[in-house]
């Protein structure tokens, strides 16, 4: 998950109406998957399940409190396969993000994105943003108990939800 935010990223930069009638041709597509690949998103598969391990573990752990941390191994490859099936079946998420850089960017924009990524600027942009990716994740899990106290609190202030039995 922590190397997503690089390729999504540039998406918040794009102008949607400079892609208007841009055509997706067979070059344009390719071009966009190898920017994909150029920004991290062949490995979104390993990102995803490395993100989604312990929190499925933890949730799997609240229905059943035997279960020990050996199954952290068993989890992630679970995931990792599910995710690997799934991100490009059609309709799923390689797909779509495939279409979300086609709209926002023109085949030329596109181009000027390989083009910058190949060059040492734009690698070392890459590991920045993931590296920013990285500690907004970790700062985020750091805080996730707080935040939960906080949603709990309000929703039980708003007669939304019971008070969380101890």
């Known amino acids: 998950m922590r190397l997503i935010v690089p390729w999504l990223a540039a998406l918040l930069f794009a102008s949607a109406a400079a892609a208007q009638g841009d055509r997706l041709t067979a070059e344009k597509e390719a071009d966009i998957r190898q920017l994909i690949g150029a920004t991290g998103g062949t490995r979104l598969a390993t990102q995803l399940a490395d993100a989604t391990t312990r929190p499925f573990y933890a949730l799997l752990r609240q229905s059943r409190p ?12 679970e995931l990792l396969a599910f995710f690997k099936e799934r991100l490009d079946a059609p309709g799923e998420l390689n797909e779509r993000i495939l ?68």
Do not use: C
């Not at 035997?66 to 490859?77: G, H, K, T, Y």
């Not at 994740?137 to 708003?158: G, T, Y």
């Open 66 to 77: 035997d279960l020990n941390e050996r199954a952290l191994p068993v989890i992630n490859r």
């Open 99 to 166: 279409v979300l850089y086609h709209h926002r960017f023109t085949h030329a924009e596109i181009k000027e994105l390989l083009a910058f990524y190949k060059t040492a600027l734009g690698r070392k942009s890459l590991t920045i943003t993931q590296l920013v990716s990285n500690e907004s994740f970790d700062w985020s899990r750091k805080h996730a108990p707080e935040m939960r106290r906080i949603l709990e609190a309000a929703l039980v202030k708003e007669g939304l939800t019971a008070p969380a039995k101890r």
